[in-house]
């Protein structure tokens, strides 16, 4: 199968490269967003979330409760859209289409990626190379 | 919201939709629902009105739902970790 790697930023953060509803977005891998029905894929900026809400980028939208590390239990909205990654080496969309939920995050909270987008790639596989810290999905 | 209330809160509010999820996709078909205190207190066309129906409560609930009639809302936590950073 083909593969697509990430690098691990200088701080060890691993950003990847998708599609989110037709835009093109970096996120970061968070292993702490993690929703039991795996249906929410993506947390984003609330900007991002507005824009895309006002122009009717979303198809159905819920109300959520999230926990935060604070002990804090709160209300989200999230909407529907397709996302795909997107190889960062050249510049293509890969793998699979998979509609997801994605959350209207706090402000100044980075875009992020949970494990249910990871979770909805059939067919796919990842490859964390600790060493070389390199992220990899192989994509069919 | 503490645990306990939404501990609470989410059983009462899932007991009370599993006795109406047909009742709810039958009459509020294409519609966003909102669910809180065990019970349907309306229906809208966008979820932002729907949402409004329970903000427009006094006072308002401190848990609630809203999600499209034809789809099952969710009751469970959604834990985030990073997201009060």
């Given at each position: 199968?083909?593969?697509?790697?990430?690098?691990?930023?200088?701080?060890?953060?691993?950003?990847?490269?998708?599609?989110?509803?037709?835009?093109?977005?970096?996120?970061?891998?968070?292993?702490?967003?993690?929703?039991?029905r795996g249906q929410?894929?993506?947390?984003?900026?609330?900007?991002?979330?507005?824009?895309?809400?006002?122009?009717?980028?979303?198809?159905?939208?819920?109300?959520?409760?999230?926990?935060?590390?604070?002990?804090?239990?709160?209300?989200?909205?999230?909407?529907?859209?397709?996302?795909?990654?997107?190889?960062?080496?050249?510049?293509?969309?890969?793998?699979?289409?998979?509609?997801?939920?994605?959350?209207?995050?706090?402000?100044?909270?980075?875009?992020?990626?949970?494990?249910a987008?990871?979770h909805?790639?059939?067919?796919?596989?990842?490859?964390?190379?600790?060493?070389?810290?390199?992220?990899?999905?192989?994509?069919? | 919201?503490?645990?306990?209330?939404?501990?609470?809160?989410?059983?009462?509010?899932?007991?009370?939709?599993?006795?109406?999820?047909?009742?709810?996709?039958?009459?509020?078909?294409?519609?966003?629902?909102?669910?809180?205190?065990?019970?349907?207190?309306?229906?809208?066309?966008?979820?932002?009105?729907?949402?409004?129906?329970?903000?427009?409560?006094?006072?308002?609930?401190?848990?609630?739902?809203?999600?499209?009639?034809?789809?099952?809302?969710?009751?469970?936590?959604?834990?985030?970790?990073?997201?009060?950073?």
């Amino acid at each position: 199968m083909p593969q697509a790697c990430w690098s691990a930023s200088p701080r060890g953060e691993y950003w990847i490269d998708v599609n989110l509803g037709g835009r093109p977005l970096q996120v970061l891998i968070d292993s702490g967003l993690i929703d039991a029905r795996g249906q929410v894929g993506f947390s984003i900026a609330s900007s991002l979330y507005d824009k895309i809400k006002q122009s009717g980028g979303f198809g159905n939208h819920q109300m959520h409760t999230r926990l935060t590390a604070d002990g804090q239990i709160s209300h989200t909205e999230s909407g529907s859209l397709d996302a795909r990654l997107i190889c960062p080496q050249p510049h293509s969309l890969i793998g699979p289409v998979v509609t997801t939920y994605v959350f209207r995050g706090a402000p100044g909270v980075p875009d992020r990626a949970g494990m249910a987008f990871f979770h909805l790639l059939k067919g796919c596989k990842v490859e964390w190379d600790l060493d070389q810290r390199l992220w990899c999905i192989s994509y069919p | 919201m503490d645990l306990a209330t939404y501990s609470r809160e989410s059983s009462s509010n899932r007991q009370a939709y599993q006795q109406m999820r047909d009742h709810i996709r039958r009459t509020y078909a294409g519609q966003y629902v909102a669910l809180t205190l065990g019970k349907v207190i309306g229906a809208a066309n966008s979820f932002d009105e729907a949402r409004d129906l329970v903000h427009r409560l006094n006072p308002v609930p401190e848990y609630y739902l809203v999600f499209p009639a034809g789809m099952e809302p969710d009751f469970d936590l959604i834990y985030d970790l990073s997201g009060n950073l």
